[in-house]
């Protein structure tokens, strides 16, 4: 079946650095999703990708999808401790499949204060 | 939050004994998804509906069932529970600008002894 990666598994950072997490298909994707979860809370849903090369930003967070929509990044610039939990990445394929997500197993992200 | 509630959201439970997990949603979303989330595996897709009366398995769908009776509930069944079952649930709809983007309930903690 399809599958998203997703690395890393883990991430620990000091609080201010950056953070970065990477998601990668063997297959091209119709769009791209990033949800967060907080320690004990459910997944939410932050940004959706749609476009080939396509580049967001929310403040600190940016979020890249690639040329070959196959591939897409999350990157947290100077960390805070608010941004701990796990982050996922989820992607739609198109077809059939296009009412499901497929999620990337997350990256956990820790921030020393 | 999308209107979701989940209940119970807590559970504790024998093997071998039968457990219903609720899923409500008060905005008349179409789709409706029960997923599980364990340690090292994300978010699994568990079956999802795409209407009243249709439902359809996703990838770890085996000693699990569904029913969706009304638009706004979907409920999950497990025949006889398992300690592999052991898990957190999550529902979610489909909403959004593009009708791809998922929003989670709060989740049940389910433990199998």
């Known amino acids: 079946g399809q599958q998203v990666m997703q690395i890393p598994q883990y991430q620990h950072v000091q609080e201010g650095e950056d953070f970065t997490t990477y998601c990668n298909s063997s297959t091209t994707l119709s769009n791209i999703q990033w949800y967060k979860q907080r320690p004990g809370g459910h997944p939410v849903f932050l940004i959706q990708l749609v476009k080939s090369g396509e580049v967001k930003k929310q403040k600190r967070l940016t979020f890249q999808f690639g040329e070959a929509k196959k591939n897409s990044s999350l990157h947290i610039t100077a960390t805070q401790t608010t941004d701990v939990g796990t982050y996922f990445c989820?992607?739609?394929?198109?077809?059939?499949?296009?009412?499901?997500?497929?999620f990337g197993k997350g990256t956990k992200l820790s921030v020393i204060p | 939050d999308a209107g979701i509630t989940q209940s119970p959201r807590h559970k504790v439970t024998e093997t071998g004994t039968p457990v219903t997990l609720r899923c409500h949603q008060t905005e008349n979303h179409r789709y409706m998804y029960w997923y599980r989330q364990d340690p090292g595996h994300g978010l699994r897709l568990i079956h999802y509906?795409?209407?009243?009366?249709?439902?359809d398995k996703g990838e770890v769908s085996d000693g699990y069932s569904v029913s969706r009776s009304k638009t706004e509930d979907f409920l999950l069944t497990l025949e006889s529970a398992t300690s592999s079952q052991t898990s957190v649930y999550f529902c979610a709809i489909k909403a959004g600008a593009w009708g791809e983007t998922q929003y989670f309930g709060p989740g049940t903690r389910l433990l199998v002894l």
């Open positions: 989820a992607g739609v394929y198109s077809g059939a499949g296009s009412y499901q997500l497929t």
């Open positions: 509906s795409y209407g009243v009366k249709d439902t």
